[in-house]
C-alpha cells in the first residue's frame, strides 16, 4: 500500500509540529509504524515507532520526553507530535511500515516508506 505524508512547515524555536502519515492499504492495522529522519549530510536515524495495536512505542534517546508517536488504525493514519523543537531536529522525515510481530527500530527490517516531510530548523 501506499504511504502518504503531511504536515510539517515553519516553526519556531520551542515550537510544535504534527505530522502524519496516511496508509491506503486496508490492512494498516496489521503493520507495526515507525518514523525516520534523515538529516543533510547524515545517515537516516530512528526517531519512533510504534507497534499495530498502539499499545508499544520506543524512542530515539535524542526525541524522549518531547515528540510522541500515536496511531489511528480507523483513519489508517500514524502521527508524529513533536514538542520543544531544536536545530537538530531539521531534517526529512519519513514513516514505513513492518509486517513484523516485534516492534524493530532498524530501517532495513521497514518497508513502504513515504515520500518524505520536510521539517525545516526552527526560525
Known amino acids: 500500500g501506499q504511504l502518504v505524508q503531511s504536515g510539517g512547515g515553519l516553526v519556531q524555536p520551542g515550537g510544535s509540529l504534527r505530522l502524519s502519515c496516511t496508509a491506503s492499504e486496508r490492512f494498516f492495522y496489521m503493520y507495526n509504524m515507525a518514523w525516520f529522519r534523515q538529516a543533510p549530510g547524515k545517515e537516516r536515524e530512528f526517531v519512533a515507532a510504534i507497534i499495530w495495536s498502539g499499545g508499544v512505542t520506543r524512542y530515539a534517546d535524542s526525541v524522549k520526553g518531547r515528540f510522541t ?16 523543537l531544536k536545530q ?9 511500515a513492518d509486517g513484523w510481530k516485534e516492534l524493530r527500530i532498524t530501517s532495513e527490517h521497514y518497508t513502504n516508506w513515504g515520500q518524505g516531510t520536510q521539517v525545516p530548523a526552527p526560525s
Open 69 to 84: 508517536i500515536s496511531r489511528d488504525n480507523v483513519k489508517n493514519t500514524v502521527y508524529l507530535q513533536m514538542n520543544s
Open 88 to 96: 537538530e531536529n531539521r531534517a526529512v522525515y519519513f514513516c514505513p
